[in-house]
Nanobody, 116 residues
């Protein structure tokens, strides 16, 4: 059974930082690209960042320079460090595994709220 479990969300003030983590089990973690996505109710789910098994990263424009995605293939975890958080970063953040060219396996999500 594939499981992705996110943690690290919460309430943070504008300008603050947050580190999200995702623990993965049930798949060959080291062969799949992993991504972090986010969704605001009523909106589509957007890709925030992704990382290949070898560590090549890609970031959405709206987080470039403020986010760092990383993975630990031995521990089967993927993390997202976000800095200089803005009100617009408020969303549910999901980690996902890309299998066969599409994001197939998803976590349950973790809420990030940026508020003063």
């Amino acid at each position: 059974q594939v499981q992705l479990v996110e943690s690290g969300g919460g309430l943070v003030q504008p300008g603050g930082s947050l580190n999200l983590s995702c623990a993965v089990s049930g798949i060959r973690f080291d062969v799949f690209p992993m991504g972090w996505h986010r969704q605001v109710p009523g909106n589509q789910r957007d890709l925030v960042a992704e990382i290949t098994p070898g560590g090549t990263t890609h970031y959405a424009e709206f987080v470039k320079g403020r986010a760092t995605i990383s993975r630990d293939n031995a521990q089967k975890t993927v993390s997202l460090q976000m800095n200089r958080l803005k009100f617009d970063d408020t969303a549910v953040y999901y980690c996902a595994a890309r299998v066969g060219g599409r994001y197939l396996h998803w976590g349950q999500g973790t809420q990030v709220t940026v508020s003063s």
